[in-house]
């Protein structure tokens, strides 16, 4: 049983606090790497839960890979998110408040998946020309990513 499952047997539906890791990966021409949500069917940054024994780093590289097949490589800490605007229910009635750890990298080896169970597709996109199905919830993180580069 993953640690989600875990706690959520404990708990139930109530707020417990998680920790997401994720990452903005760049390719050598600045390109920002963003994931097709098979839930959402919007755009994202790859990145996940924190299970048990790792750490955020660990967390943010698992993630990647599982979602692009990207094994990354020296990760630099961007941001970390959290307060109540960072609260979330969802569609189960699981509610959470996150902590949200972002990384930039722009070290990574690998085949890039286009698709897998968690991904309809990943692709690089120039940051100047990023989709508009972005996933709501990562549009001011991609801003504040945006405005840092400046």
């Known amino acids: 049983m993953d640690y ?4 959520r047997s404990k708990v139930g539906n109530e707020k417990v606090i998680m920790v997401v890791a994720g990452a903005f ?3 050598k021409a600045g390109d920002l790497l963003l994931q097709k949500r098979k839930d959402t069917d919007e755009w ?3 990145g996940g839960f924190m299970e048990m024994g790792e750490s955020t780093p660990d967390t943010a590289r698992r993630e990647v ?3 692009t097949g990207l094994c990354l490589g020296e990760l630099q800490l961007f941001r970390v998110y959290s307060g109540p605007e960072f609260d979330k229910t969802f569609v189960n ?3 959470v408040s996150l902590v949200q750890v972002l990384y930039r990298c722009r070290e990574f080896t690998g085949e890039l998946i286009r698709s897998n169970s968690e991904s ?9 020309a990023l989709p508009e199905e972005l996933f709501q ?3 001011s993180l991609i ?4 405005q840092a580069l400046k």
């Open 65 to 67: 890979f599982e979602e």
């Open 25 to 27: 990966v760049q390719n």
């Open 143 to 146: 801003e504040d990513f945006q």
């Open 4 to 7: 989600i499952s875990y706690i």
């Open 93 to 95: 009635g699981d509610q």
């Open 120 to 128: 309809a597709d990943n692709s690089f996109f120039k940051l100047k």
């Open 44 to 46: 994202g940054l790859p």
């Open 137 to 139: 919830e990562h549009i």
